[in-house]
């Protein structure tokens, strides 16, 4: 026979137990919940998708590799199903790469629908676009503030790139390193983040019409709908 008060106390057992597996009883979105749970290098975990926003009808599939270290997240992006590997060949760091082909990742550390996240973007001409974005609608209402807050000098502060075009497979990979001192991040086992996973597809018959390829819908033409950014979890 059990007494109600072993029970009682075997349930505070189980809860203290669990809450700590958690890292912390505070945590709103604990790591089993999250869409995604980003492991340390070198395992990875690996997000696709193949559909429009905000149509939902079919993209060519994009998948995005993720681990992290104790100093940078790492991303592997592949873009299949590639035909025009379609970019500004005068464009460098921090242009307007996003008019023409890439793949994209807005990041945020917190479990909060953000006013004000990190946009990375890879080009197949292995050019990147980094920016703090400044949206405090959320939503980038008409007329509301949206800004950006450029990181000036991307490769000295530690972030690295390396772009592949296989253009016999229509295939095109980009492994990006974005230092987490950025978000102070640092050692981020146990830490919870919203994020969204982007790509554009045009050509030379198509540009400047694309067609918008993400992970999580945000349900209009747009990106910056943080609402719509899925949890993920670093574990
Ligand atoms: C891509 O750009 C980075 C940063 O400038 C450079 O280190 C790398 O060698 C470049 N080239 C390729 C083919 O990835």
Redesign the pocket.
């Known amino acids: 026979m059990y007494s109600l008060t072993s029970i009682i106390a075997l349930g505070a057992t189980i809860f203290a137990a669990f809450a700590n597996a958690n890292g912390a009883s505070d945590k709103p979105c604990p790591p089993t919940k999250a869409d995604v749970q980003v492991p340390a290098c070198p395992s990875t975990v690996t997000v696709r998708f193949d559909k429009t926003i905000p149509e939902q009808t079919a993209c060519p599939l994009t998948t995005i590799g993720l681990c992290y270290t104790s100093t940078a997240l790492n991303l592997v992006f592949t873009a299949y199903g590639e035909t025009n590997f379609y970019f500004d060949p005068s464009q460098t760091?921090n242009g307007d790469i996003w008019a023409y082909e890439v793949m994209e990742a807005f990041i945020y550390k917190g479990t909060d629908n953000p006013q004000t996240y990190f946009e990375y973007e890879v080009s197949p001409n292995?050019?990147?676009y980094n920016s703090f974005v400044y949206n405090p609608s959320r939503v980038r209402t008409t007329g509301a503030p949206f800004d950006h807050a450029f990181i000036s000098d991307p490769?000295g502060d530690g972030?690295?790139?390396?772009?592949?075009l296989d253009k016999p497979n229509h295939k095109w990979v980009?492994?990006s390193s974005i230092p987490l001192a950025l978000f102070n991040a640092e050692n981020p086992k146990g830490t919870n983040w919203r994020m969204n996973f982007f790509r554009t597809v045009t050509g030379p018959t198509t540009y400047p019409n694309q067609q918008l390829c993400g992970w999580k819908n945000t349900g209009k033409a747009s990106f910056h709908i943080t609402p719509a950014f899925g949890t993920v979890a670093f574990i």
């Open positions: 760091t292995n050019v990147t490769f972030f690295k790139v390396t772009t592949a980009s492994t």
